[in-house]
């Protein structure tokens, strides 16, 4: 482990978030920094430390990138020495029909939301089995209880994380890793206004008029959903519980009841409901 060179306060726990310029991750490091942790949060583009008024750290770091995950862990490191927990929030949305997403954009979505959260994973993990255990908190979506149409590829990265928290559990649980997974609902976050759709959706009438209706209605719903806040209070009470469930679902009740529904519905049943909910 690098030298020490800025400690934290004795006894104060110390937490990296991806992602942290905007909305859930933004939000979970001015949250966590509030309440006592010293917040490391990064950004792709070079940063300094309390960048914008912050009153957490920033640190230069793409998920999409193993030379710039590692740098950024050791900065972390070395600057501090030790870490205690991470949330991997990073990530993007992508929307459009499956057919009409090409190979390159669905590489893209897999690359940041899942591989960039392996490439984290693997780069703080031995930091955090020196020290004899710590939290990792990976930020799924309700996306990955159920498939979202016209987002196939956001729902299948979601759904590769979902499993790959359940394997990362059972395999660091002995050296006193919790591995948990947060699944929040719609949130008023910049994700509406940073959407990538793919490039073949405005050039194809197949799905065009389905397409456009669920698009509106996902607008519509993440336009009047509730401040992200409830993540980061959420995400609070995972980081200080010592035995955390595996998945914690967040967000409006009308959208984490899809959870049991799907659970215990009949599948043409939960369909026939899913389709009327989203707009379809």
């Not at 978030?17 to 966590?32: K, P, R, V």
């Not at 996306?143 to 016209?150: D, K």
């Not at 649980?173 to 699944?183: I, Y």
Request: positive net charge; hydrophobic residues 40%; contains cysteine.
């Amino acid at each position: 482990m690098s030298q020490q060179t800025s400690p934290s306060v004795p006894g104060q726990k110390v937490v990296l978030i991806t992602g942290a310029t905007s909305g859930i991750g933004q939000a979970c490091a001015n949250h966590l920094s509030g309440r006592g942790w010293r917040v490391f949060g990064t950004r792709r583009g070079s940063s300094s430390a309390s960048a914008n008024g912050t009153p957490f750290e920033m640190i230069t770091m793409d998920v999409d990138n193993d030379a710039s995950v590692q740098a950024g862990v050791e900065t972390l490191l070395s600057k501090v020495g030790r870490l205690d927990a991470v949330v991997n929030n990073a990530g993007f949305s992508l929307m459009g029909p499956i057919e009409h997403t090409s190979t390159e954009e669905a590489k893209a979505q897999m690359e940041t939301n899942f591989f960039g959260v392996l490439r984290v994973c693997r780069a703080t993990l031995p930091a955090l089995r020196q020290q004899g255990g710590g939290h990792i908190v990976n930020v799924s979506s309700l996306a990955a209880v159920v498939g979202l149409p016209f987002s196939g590829l956001y729902s299948a990265s979601k759904f590769a994380l979902e499993g790959l928290s359940e394997s990362l559990r059972h395999e660091t649980r002995p050296f006193g890793v919790r591995v948990v997974l947060v699944e929040p609902g719609d949130f008023r976050t910049p994700i509406t206004a940073k959407r990538r759709t793919t490039q073949a959706s405005a050039a194809n009438d197949t799905y065009r008029s389905a397409f456009e209706q669920f698009k509106l209605k996902q607008d519509q719903d993440e336009a009047q959903a509730p401040d992200p806040l409830a993540v980061a209070q959420l995400i609070e009470a995972i980081l200080r519980n010592p035995r955390p469930r595996m998945r914690y679902s967040v967000g409006m009740m009308g959208q984490r009841i899809v959870v049991p529904l799907k659970r215990f519905l009949p599948q043409a049943l939960f369909e026939w409901l899913f389709r009327r909910v989203v707009g379809l």
